[in-house]
């Protein structure tokens, strides 16, 4: 119960001695993570190349998935720092706004992968992925990302979450857990898992297509490209998400440990996301060369613009 005294101590120990600087480190990373992602949309929506690409729309969606998801820890690291255990509510409602989010971010790298897949193998379900239907299919899943954490809503279960961060409250009750396990979990491994499942599909195509004369090199080098980033985004996930999703799905089996522990076993968990953009920067060719495009221009203004001072200097000392 709320009143209880080992809750007591759980909030207590969550504002405790090592709220300060895990509070830092979210704000830190997560401004980071949110300042590229928004870097990343703007380039792909101004660059007329990659936004006539609707396959790039996917993209987008996790860019602004994970801005979501971050400005969410911004906030977080707000309630982290400020908080108290006589001030929770702030990581109230943050830690509703980083579930919610967090739930929608683990689908996209399966939406990738399979919009990919369907792209390129023109099956029956290729209709999913359609030009029409790339937007109405992507505001479906931020729409089911937040209706699957009703139960959480509907039981104010949000707050001081065991893994060290605003999220889901310690759970006293085992349905809700399951409720939790069925929304957050199951969408974070059902996501790697049919990730997985494509990424095979599309390494069987490459394998097929590589060698057979074809007029459209595109496709393949792009599906090559695309598939880097997703082996790359899946298994960082894998390996630095797992100590979240173990605190939080298993807490009440674990044993106790001190919260400084938890939350730098969590720390990893922001690095994947942070990678991400830059990632797809550096491996798909179309947003590489936008990159260095825009680069290139942004180094060409700085040098006409020196050009123009030094000149005026000359000019004045004449």
């Keep these: 119960m709320e009143g209880s005294n080992a809750t007591f101590e759980y909030v207590y120990d969550f504002y405790g001695p090592s709220a300060s600087w895990f509070a830092i480190y979210i704000f830190t990373t997560s401004t980071f993570i949110v300042i590229s992602n928004i870097f990343f949309t703007i380039l792909t929506l101004s660059t007329p190349k990659l936004r006539q690409n609707v396959a790039n729309w996917f993209l987008v969606g996790l860019s602004i998935s994970d801005q979501m998801h971050y400005l969410s820890h911004v906030v977080d690291a707000y309630a982290i720092y400020t908080g108290s255990i006589n001030n929770r509510y702030w990581c109230s409602v943050s830690g509703a706004f980083v579930l919610i989010t967090g739930t929608c971010s683990f689908g996209f790298p399966a939406l990738i992968a399979a919009d990919r897949y369907y792209k390129i193998s023109f099956s029956v379900s290729s209709a999913i992925f359609s030009e029409r239907a790339t937007i109405p299919l992507i505001v479906s899943w931020f729409f ?17 979450d065991p893994s060290g961060f605003c999220g889901a409250k310690k759970f006293t009750s085992i349905p809700l857990l ?12 059902g996501s790697m898992a049919v990730t997985g499942i494509y990424y095979y599909r599309l390494t069987k195509w490459l394998k097929k297509h590589q060698t057979v004369p074809t007029g459209n090199h595109q496709e393949v080098n792009y599906t090559r490209a695309i598939m880097r980033v997703m082996k790359i985004v899946t298994l960082m996930p894998v390996l630095l ?13 674990l044993p106790k440990m001190p919260m400084w522990i938890k939350r730098a076993l969590v720390m990893p968990y922001f690095l994947s996301s942070a990678a991400n953009p830059w990632l797809t920067i550096a491996f798909v060719k ?26 005026s200097t000359i000019v004045r000392r004449l």
């Design 144 to 160: 089911i990302a937040a209706i699957s954490n009703l139960p959480l809503m509907l039981n104010d279960a949000f707050g001081e």
């Design 178 to 189: 399951l409720g939790y396990e069925f929304s957050v979990i199951f969408a974070f491994v």
């Design 241 to 253: 998400d797992g100590p979240v999703v173990i605190l939080s799905a298993g807490q009440m089996l």
């Design 286 to 311: 179309q947003f590489q060369a936008s990159f260095l495009q825009l680069l290139f221009n942004a180094k060409s203004i700085v040098i006409r613009n020196v050009d123009t001072v030094n000149r």
